[in-house]
């Protein structure tokens, strides 16, 4: 199983930037996909979720609002759109892929990481 998220970068405080990961050596469809971040000397947090289906997400109070959780079940692919960004979103960002994830946050698989720097 590979999870590859792309997207990362440089970008200022009130910028946007959208994510994206490819996954493959799976049944895409039939796993809950999200997205959690790490940033330095902390642990790793939730950022949110969406279903097998597409019909349900669900994020951390910090993000709601400002990030939203899409996935293309024909190309693999789940995103994470990310709006009006603050310093304190820096962070590594990996994808992840669980059978229960949207329920119980815990992760089969995880991507690699991309990295994401907000600038005040």
């Known amino acids: 199983v590979q999870l590859q998220a792309c997207g990362g970068g440089l970008v200022q405080a009130g910028g946007s930037l959208t994510l994206s990961c490819a996954a493959s050596?799976?049944?895409?469809?039939?796993?809950?996909m999200g997205w959690f971040r790490q940033a330095p000397g902390k642990e790793r947090e939730f950022v949110g979720t969406?279903?097998?289906?597409?019909?349900?997400?669900d994020y951390a109070d910090s993000v709601k609002g400002r990030f939203t959780i899409s996935r293309d079940n024909a190309k693999n692919t789940v995103y994470l759109q990310m709006r009006s960004l603050k310093p304190e979103d820096t962070a590594v960002y990996y994808c992840?892929?669980?059978?229960?994830?949207?329920?119980?946050?815990?992760?089969?698989?995880w991507g690699q990481g991309t990295q994401v720097t907000v600038s005040s």
């Open positions: 992840a892929a669980g059978r229960f994830l949207v329920t119980t946050k815990r992760s089969d698989y």
């Open positions: 050596g799976l049944t895409f469809r039939s796993y809950g």
């Open positions: 969406i279903n097998r289906s597409a019909d349900g997400t």
